[in-house]
């Protein structure tokens, strides 16, 4: 059985352009839609099993009034009656007669806990129910869709019912957190954004009526062709208009300008009531207007506007502060509303990083006898010799590292760190630097200033290496480097500058690939999935395998290129490593402890695989290049390519 969460979805701004940027496949000069939309914490709570038949049930007091269990056979004709029906449960058996149909999948049943999300308010329940059932199907028959793979069946689905949803809808997929869509004709692209401080939004459901499908008839009128002045002043309003308001909205998120994407929300609805509007008698929406503009609202806020299809169904604000947050919820619902709180939170910047360096390095026998192997000196491209250590510190520190902890093989070994980082040179050494050098050797002890350290003393593997940090770590996430390998960007940014930034815009396990030849995958980690953008950049990994041998990989890790030919991808060598991480790590080693097995090696790709399963894990195709030197031969390589 398999827990399931699908969020409601709220529109911030760009509602309508999902639908209008459609019409691009009729009539080229119709401008792209664009929207900002995030999930909110409100939505479908469900457990999920395999079943003979497909059925729904629920004890969710939320809906027990509408609520009746219901079940029909896996068979195209009956789920598609269903659908077509109007019934309550029409959403639901378009999805599952779309899977059906392509995937030739068994039942499910899916039992609904809780229903926190409100009904026909214009947050999208029926867009949610529809990806709660697709991601059902996906997760119990293994399907390996990705996020995108699973909201486009929501959407197919939903569209086999009396519905016209539009593209925008089935954003739910994504989770609580708002990403920017653009819709270009069939296209869809969709990217996580940045937020710089908190949000405090608040959505209320107006319990008022609107009529959903007149006003979108209304508003198709005016497309794909303009037939008049008001039509063209739509398109105009749902085309480069809204672009230019989303951008700015786009970038005032990632700046941390609130007040102004508050007052962009008042030019929005601006926009909306009078450009689009006047094209539906069902958009005059007294009470969403009344409440817009209602003098105990407006000190609290920094703007609002309507929600979805707009008309009478919701309205959204941007409040002030927490304060005022809360006032304005408990003010909305005192006036007979259903108000709800929705607070965007800055994405957790990865402050610490991990490098294990307790390996004896004995491929670099007989050298390591005197150095140790992250001492080894490397000829660098600015024409300095540093070791190896001090390489990888310098990346952690361009990237926004505050703190680095090393995992040391023993006491004896703190005092080599120590001598370099935090001990001057004698005098005669310092009389003999340039100003320039002299300027670096400043640099090396704040470095060293922001180095910590812990032993290994047991030697059980590169798992149990990381584990030793869990105190450090203290529940944050964590970029893990190996101590062997050194990076090159081919941008302006590190290796681990790319990868941070793309944990904080999806918040889970995060590792960083490159494509490797098929002849090399038995010396690699080597993952595969479903590509989540057209660029190939993040993959939705849906296998981790340790040094699989190259038949394996042939048949079940090849991943689709951009030329159609498969490609297999290996660990670049750096992870964000979530607590999940550390969790499962303290899990394992507890197992083996249990079972009289403390010889044996607590392994970190096992771990990671554990909360692959769990949580999901994120792929990171990284601009740049590893040069792992953990043996003669790649070690010569470094002298060569560096």
Partial sequence: MIQLFVPGRLCLFGEHSDWAGHYRTMNADIVPGAAIVTGIEQGIYAEVEKSPVFEMTSDAPEIASLWHDFSCRMLEQDLKHVAKSGSFFCYCAGVASYMLEWYKVGGVKIHIKSMTLPIRSGLSSSAAICVLVARAFNLLYKLNLNTLGEMNIAYLGELRTQSRCG????????????????????????????????????????????????????????????????????????????????????KYMAEG??????????????????????MSKSLTAPKLRRTLQDPNVLPLVYGGKGVGSHGDGSVQFLARDEECQTKLVDYLNSCGMQAYKLTMCPVHTVRKAVIPVAGYGTRLYPATRCLKKDFFPIPCPDGTVKPVILILLEEL?????????????????????????????????????????????????????????????????????????????ANEPILLMLGDTIYQSSTNKTCALQLIEKFELYNKLTLSIHPIPITEVSRYGILCGLWEDKQHTIMNVAQMAEKPSVGYAEEYLGVDGKNGEKEFYAVFGQYILTPEVYEQLASDILEAYENHDDLREIELTTALEAVRKRSGMVGVTIEGKMFDMGNPEAFRNIFRDY
Wanted: negative net charge; glycine residues 6%; charged residues 30%.
């Fill in 167 to 250: 593209r925008l809808d089935q954003a739910c997929a994504f989770g609580v957190k708002p990403n920017l869509m653009n819709f270009d004709g069939d296209e869809i692209d969709v990217k996580a954004l940045n937020i710089k401080k908190h949000l405090y939004w608040v959505f209320a459901d107006l319990c008022s009526d609107k009529d959903t499908i007149q006003i979108l008839s209304d508003l198709n009128r005016a497309y794909p062709f303009a037939t008049d002045e008001q039509g063209h002043r739509e398109q105009e309003a749902l085309g480069q208009k809204n672009r230019d308001i989303v951008a700015r909205a786009v």
């Fill in 257 to 278: 300008e609130v007040e102004k994407l508050g007052l962009l929300m008042n030019e929005a609805e601006e926009l909306f009531n009078t450009h689009i509007a006047p």
């Fill in 397 to 473: 520190v361009a990237s926004g590292i505050e703190e680095i902890c090393l995992v040391l093989g023993s006491e004896d070994e703190r005092q080599a760190y120590r001598d370099f980082f935090e001990t001057p040179l004698p005098p005669d050494h310092i009389a003999k630097l340039s100003a320039k050098n002299l300027e670096y050797e400043n640099h090396i002890s704040n470095i060293g200033k922001r180095l910590q350290y812990v032993i290994q003393n047991d030697k059980r593997g590169f798992g149990h290496a990381v584990y030793q940090t869990r105190d450090f770590a």
